[in-house]
């Protein structure tokens, strides 16, 4: 079987090869499409598809590439190719900065001091750094292997590795370009031994780090319904990404607090079962690394001296500890974790003799949406505070989008307070208007985008791979699904179950991770009795009883399971595990690959055995998976034959969700579904951004938060701005989310947007076109339709209307006048005796029904009262419509009226 992968722009072909796998894994047919196509867009099926998240880093003078720490790099030793001369890339450097805008040529040829580049959406960012670096190189700046780029995807580092290539060739193979955490992996591995570890030491995911969180609780015989161990798990992340070990966390902690400190022994357990299985969690690698640099100096220095040009992309998107670590590379000192005192080996830290490096970072604060998983947008906004002699490039022109979404994004971001003002242009024109559409329901409007795709398609030519739907939360995707699946309109979603996340494919990478490190025992715990040997609870218990005792790993009390006085048959289970495990370490010592050592792991163990002889169809599934996952194992030996099974697993640990958006060779592909925070960093022709209802998007949760709804904000600018050429904005007037119709008034972005790039489809729900007709309507924009009625004031409240209700003082939404964001809330909403079609019934308004009576629905129409829950706000009521259904309504938010 001969399979080829493109990876990071180069061709890889893998040689023959016979595998358990091999009558599951033909060639290519006559459809062209690979037996393993049922993985669908994750799946590796053609020549040319990337693998799923794999992506080799550049290798310089073989293992342990990275240079020596003292400048030099690989096998040339970083030194320039052809005597000692400086490196002339294939470009001159004047050609390189052809094409280029004026502000972009600046940040080009920027030397000197640090660098922030506020990069705007679609302002070619990447085009930026990748032509800096060529110059670099082509000006004698710099030589290849003084240069480390830093982004936050495998997908991002292989786009830059692959296009610095394009520009200057070979030489770019010496340059660390790569994510923060694929950097730091590759200086802990080189530097192992200083820290205690061995070079082979795990990488727990966050699912591997919830596993061992929750024994570590059991251990302490917490009572989960108290003390959670998923949010023990969340607080210690946060807490090692601010830096904070747990040490200096129990000093903190008041005895009283019974919360607090049970997590500051649930966090030293932790970090004790972390160093006891040679394991490290994805926030150590960040944390671990600064802690390194920072108590090991010469170790530091010989970082700084090796890399003189340090380039940070997505800077607004680092959280603390990764905001220290560019601080520590880059020479400029700083504060972090503590050295011991009186420590001879560490000693105190002195000042470097290095001068600092050049350090270029790029970033937009108006695109920080990642708070939730600790980024702090001060690290951009304070940029200039922390490095005084910075020079500050602003990037306004947008390349992606037409003036007219442009527009729009600027609308919405402008309201948000501290921001530093920036305005996109586009010299490519207006273009459409952004398409705005009012559904009664959240089933109608995923009705309307999916007859919009199909128009679409009749009259522009836009094939489904253009086109992506946007949504706040994930479970916005099933109406959508239900719709396209009915229209017969091929879809992918991003964000559900990853391919490495897959139950057989996480045991079975559990089993590698195993037989790589021995003392891993969150991993041998998880394939002990897997698949089924007779192992149980109660023998599992002995084992980490023993461990315990013996203050060892779980791994090497299974080596010593005859010690404990088990059962025989018991004892008999737990020794054949045990010579598995042993046979499979010899293999890999022997020098199996990885494919060969997973093909021997899931051959010996029984598990694949066990899932052909099922006649669960999901098992057959589960089999082609573990194929994928060979055939992804077999191609990394292909396009990187020096690696070994602990650089495998490297890679496969280090994938990220963007990283799994495949690109589309040929066809007219897919829509593409998926929440804004997905997004970001891609771009579509046509998008559709849903759900724009106050309570949905913004999230109900940041309605409150000034900080929460300012992010909120941001997201929607990034939503926006994905988009080329089209642009849809839609919203139901009712959205049923947990089984219950609600009424939500529309997206307070909406009010945002000016007028004059809009135009409505619909911009009325059927609800109210039939209150407008009563004398007031609450319109799509958040204000009264041309029936009058009312209009929304400044403080957010309604007051009564003048004029005809079109956009502006006189009338409309009101959205440019003088209130805040944070005036607005989200809830009961005040109407005149019209009543404001979208607007929640007040409390008072609440009618009291008893079962059996006959209600009438402005939507659904007669109905009789089957049962009720709850009462006053809460009410809750079963109405059946007859031909309409039987709903659940809540009666705060639903226009029902007794007869």
């Not at 040679?278 to 220095?301: G, R």
């Not at 057959?620 to 990394?636: D, G, I, K, W």
Request: glycine share 12%; with cysteine; charged share 25%.
């Amino acid at each position: 079987m001969e399979r080829c992968v493109d990876v990071g722009g180069e061709i890889y072909a893998g040689g023959a090869m016979t595998t358990l796998f091999d009558n599951l894994l033909p060639g290519p047919g006559s459809d062209g499409r690979d037996a393993s196509s049922s993985l669908g867009a994750l799946a590796v099926t053609a020549p040319g598809a990337r693998l799923p998240g794999i992506v080799p880093l550049a290798r310089s003078g073989g293992r342990g590439a990275g240079g020596a720490g003292d400048g030099t790099d690989g096998e040339n030793g970083g030194r320039p190719v052809g005597g000692g001369r400086h490196l002339r890339t294939g470009r001159s450097a004047e050609s390189l900065l052809e094409g280029l805008n004026p502000q972009q040529r600046e940040a080009v040829e920027h030397t000197g001091g640090p660098l922030l580049i506020i990069a705007g959406a679609g302002s070619g960012k990447t085009r930026v750094l990748t032509n800096r670096i060529a110059h670099l190189l082509a000006t004698g700046q710099a030589r290849p292997g003084e240069i480390l780029a830093i982004t936050f995807t495998n997908k991002a580092a292989a786009e830059m590795r692959e296009r610095v290539e394009e520009l200057v060739g070979p030489p770019a193979r010496s340059m660390w370009v790569s994510t923060f955490h694929s950097a730091c992996v590759r200086i802990l591995r080189r530097e192992h031994a200083a820290l205690g570890l061995r070079s082979s030491f795990s990488i727990y995911d966050s699912a591997d780090s919830q596993r061992l969180m929750q024994l570590v609780c059991r251990g302490l015989d917490l009572d989960p319904k108290r003390f959670p161990p998923k949010a023990f798990s969340k607080r210690v992340s946060d807490l090692k990404n601010e830096l904070i070990d747990p040490d200096e966390f129990a000093r903190t902690v008041s005895e009283s607090n019974a919360y607090e400190a049970n997590l500051a022994a649930a966090y030293r357990g932790y970090a004790d079962r972390l160093r006891q299985a040679n394991a490290l969690d994805f926030d150590d690698l960040i944390a671990t690394t600064v802690h390194l640099l920072q108590a090991f100096p010469a170790v530091a220095e010989s970082y700084r001296r090796r890399f003189r040009h340090v380039l940070v992309d997505e800077y607004q998107d680092t959280n603390h500890a990764q905001y220290v670590l560019v601080k520590e590379l880059a020479g400029v000192s700083t504060t972090g974790w503590e050295v011991p005192e009186g420590d001879a080996t560490h000693g105190a830290p002195e000042p470097s003799v290095v001068p600092p490096a050049q350090l270029t970072v790029v970033g937009d604060a108006d695109q920080s949406i990642y708070a939730f998983r600790g980024a702090t947008i001060r690290n951009i906004l304070e940029f200039e505070e922390d490095y005084p002699q910075a020079r500050t490039i602003l990037l306004e022109q947008n390349y992606r989008s037409t003036q007219n979404i442009l527009t729009a994004a600027n609308a919405v971001i402008a309201r948000n307070p501290g921001r530093r003002a920036k305005n996109l242009w586009t010299a490519e024109g207006s273009g459409p208007k952004i398409i705005g559409y009012v559904a009664d329901s959240d089933h109608e409007e995923s009705r309307f985008v999916a007859d919009e795709i199909d128009a679409l398609g009749d009259s522009d030519g836009v094939k489904p791979g253009d086109v992506a739907v946007f949504y706040r939360t994930n479970a916005q995707s099933r109406s959508l699904e239900e719709v396209l699946v009915r229209s017969g309109i091929p879809y992918k979603v991003v964000g559900g179950t990853r391919f490495y996340e897959r139950r057989e494919v996480k045991d079975a990478i559990a089993y590698l991770r195993a037989i790589a490190n021995p003392d891993d025992s969150v991993n041998i715990r998880r394939i002990l009795n897997v698949p089924k040997r007779a192992i149980g609870d109660r023998t599992e218990g002995a084992l980490a009883w023993f461990a315990e005792r013996e203050r060892i790993s779980f791994g090497a009390a299974v080596e010593r399971y005859e010690e404990i006085g088990m059962p025989a048959r018991a004892a008999g289970a737990v020794g054949e595990f045990a010579e598995l495990m042993s046979g499979l370490r010899e293999l890999l010592e022997a020098g199996g690959s990885p494919a060969e050592v997973l093909d021997a792991a899931l051959d010996r163990s029984g598990y694949l055995a066990e899932l052909r002889a099922s006649d669960d169809p999901q098992d057959a599934t589960r089999v082609e998976n573990l194929a994928e996952l060979h055939a992804v194992a077999a191609e990394f030996t292909a396009s990187d034959p020096d690696g070994d099974l602990v650089d495998f697993l490297e890679r496969v640990a280090l994938v990220a969700d963007a990283d799994q958006i495949p690109t589309e060779d040929g066809g007219d592909g897919v829509v593409t579904l998926m929440t804004v925070h997905t997004a970001k960093g891609l771009e579509f022709p046509v998008v559709f951004v849903t759900g724009l209802e106050d309570g949905t998007f913004p999230h109900q949760r940041s309605l409150a938060d000034p900080d929460q709804l300012s992010e909120e904000r941001r997201l929607a600018y990034v939503a926006l701005t994905r988009a080329r050429h089209r642009l849809y904005i839609t919203r139901a007037a009712v959205r049923t989310a947990f089984g219950v119709p609600n009424e939500l008034p529309a997206s307070r972005f909406i009010d945002d947007l000016p007028t004059e790039v809009l135009e409505w489809r619909r911009e009325e729900s059927s609800m109210q076109t039939l209150r407008g007709g009563w004398g007031g309507g609450y319109g799509s924009r958040g204000g009264y339709g041309s029936g009058g009625g009312s209009r929304r004031s400044d403080d957010g409240d309604f007051s009564p209307a003048y004029g005809s209700g079109t956009r502006g003082e006189s009338g409309g939404t009101g959205a440019r006048g003088g209130r805040s964001d944070l005036t607005r809330s989200f809830g009961p909403r005040r109407t005149d005796a019209s009543g404001g079609a979208g607007a929640a019934k007040a409390q008072a308004d609440v009618p009291t029904l008893a079962v059996g009576e006959r209600v009438t629905h402005d939507s659904y129409g007669l109905g009789t009262v089957v049962s009720l829950e709850g009462s006053g706000s809460s009410a809750v009521a079963k109405i059946d419509f007859g031909s309409g259904g039987t709903k659940r309504l809540l009666l705060r938010y639903s226009p029902v009226t007794k007869l």
